[in-house]
């Protein structure tokens, strides 16, 4: 019985002190210090229990921030494959908080941007495309932090060539990334059609057409194959017709 007597106590004290003028720094120590039963170290002895103490205090702290990193990630994947893009753009972004040098978590943040892109509409009429292109230009950052932690990241690169090429309408600037990524990952025929159709808007016909063979000799997907010669075929018309 004066165990609880003396817990309740101590609980109204802290409810008191919490929920008066707010929480001051000196109320929070005070609170530590009663639950770990530490005030004042003054020997040696005392010194090392009470950092003993609170490197463990620190610890549980980081490993409870380590997991509620994670489960915004995975909570933003569960949003992603139900298509919620804005949900799930919510979540990286605090995901990042906890973890800024996770280049997967960009690369999410990039996805997601472009797709909440095509969401937005001018409800009225009025012509301003801004918060599209400002969706476009943080999928554009996102991406390219994510190839800063990791140059090498194939779905970086390829999510950048996408956006360039079929939503900045700067293909020039899509043109490195993706025979970057042809040059790691020479099988990547989605990739080779990105980078064909960047050709072909930069105005290279040759270079768009000789990715199209390589598309047509390479792949096994009769559809992709059927595209690549019905692409580069076009290609050749334009460029004879110049």
Same mark, same amino acid.
């Given at each position: 019985?004066?165990?609880?007597?003396?817990?309740?106590?101590?609980?109204?004290?802290?409810?008191?002190?919490?929920?008066?003028?707010? $929480?001051?720094?000196?109320?929070?120590?005070?609170?530590?210090?009663? /639950? /770990?039963?530490?005030?004042?170290?003054?020997?040696?002895?005392?010194?090392?229990?009470?950092?003993?103490?609170?490197?463990?205090?620190?610890?549980?702290?980081?490993?409870?921030? /380590?997991?509620?990193?994670?489960?915004?990630?995975?909570?933003?994947?569960?949003?992603?494959?139900?298509?919620?893009?804005?949900?799930?753009?919510?979540?990286?972004?605090?995901?990042?908080?906890?973890?800024?040098?996770?280049?997967?978590?960009?690369?999410? $943040?990039?996805?997601?941007?472009?797709?909440?892109?095509?969401?937005?509409?001018?409800?009225?009429?009025?012509?301003?495309?801004?918060?599209?292109?400002?969706?476009?230009?943080?999928?554009?950052?996102?991406?390219?932090?994510?190839?800063?932690?990791?140059?090498?990241?194939?779905?970086?690169?390829?999510?950048?060539?996408?956006?360039?090429?079929? /939503?900045?309408?700067?293909?020039?600037?899509?043109?490195?990334?993706?025979?970057?990524?042809?040059?790691?990952?020479?099988?990547?025929?989605?990739?080779?059609? $990105?980078?064909?159709?960047?050709?072909?808007?930069?105005?290279?016909?040759?270079?768009?057409?000789?990715?199209?063979?390589?598309?047509?000799?390479?792949?096994?997907?009769?559809?992709?194959?059927?595209?690549?010669?019905?692409?580069?075929?076009? $290609?050749?018309?334009?460029?004879?017709?110049?």
């Amino acid at each position: 019985m004066k165990r609880r007597v003396t817990f309740f106590v101590f609980f109204v004290l802290a409810f008191l002190s919490f929920s008066s003028c707010g $929480v001051s720094n000196k109320s929070v120590k005070r609170m530590q210090q009663m /639950e /770990e039963g530490i005030s004042s170290p003054t020997t040696i002895d005392e010194y090392k229990n009470a950092i003993k103490k609170y490197e463990k205090r620190v610890a549980d702290i980081e490993l409870a921030q /380590e997991q509620i990193g994670i489960w915004y990630k995975i909570l933003g994947s569960r949003y992603l494959d139900q298509k919620m893009y804005g949900e799930a753009l919510k979540c990286y972004q605090k995901a990042i908080e906890f973890y800024p040098q996770n280049q997967n978590l960009y690369y999410y $943040v990039g996805v997601c941007a472009g797709y909440m892109s095509h969401s937005v509409l001018d409800y009225d009429a009025a012509g301003n495309t801004q918060k599209r292109f400002n969706y476009l230009k943080l999928a554009e950052s996102a991406y390219l932090r994510a190839l800063a932690i990791e140059p090498n990241y194939v779905r970086a690169l390829y999510g950048i060539g996408v956006l360039y090429v079929f /939503e900045l309408d700067e293909s020039d600037k899509a043109i490195p990334y993706l025979e970057k990524l042809l040059s790691i990952d020479k099988g990547h025929t989605d990739a080779k059609f $990105v980078l064909a159709n960047a050709y072909y808007r930069s105005g290279q016909m040759q270079k768009a057409a000789d990715m199209y063979d390589d598309i047509i000799n390479t792949t096994k997907d009769p559809e992709k194959k059927a595209a690549a010669q019905e692409n580069k075929k076009q $290609v050749l018309d334009l460029s004879y017709g110049q």
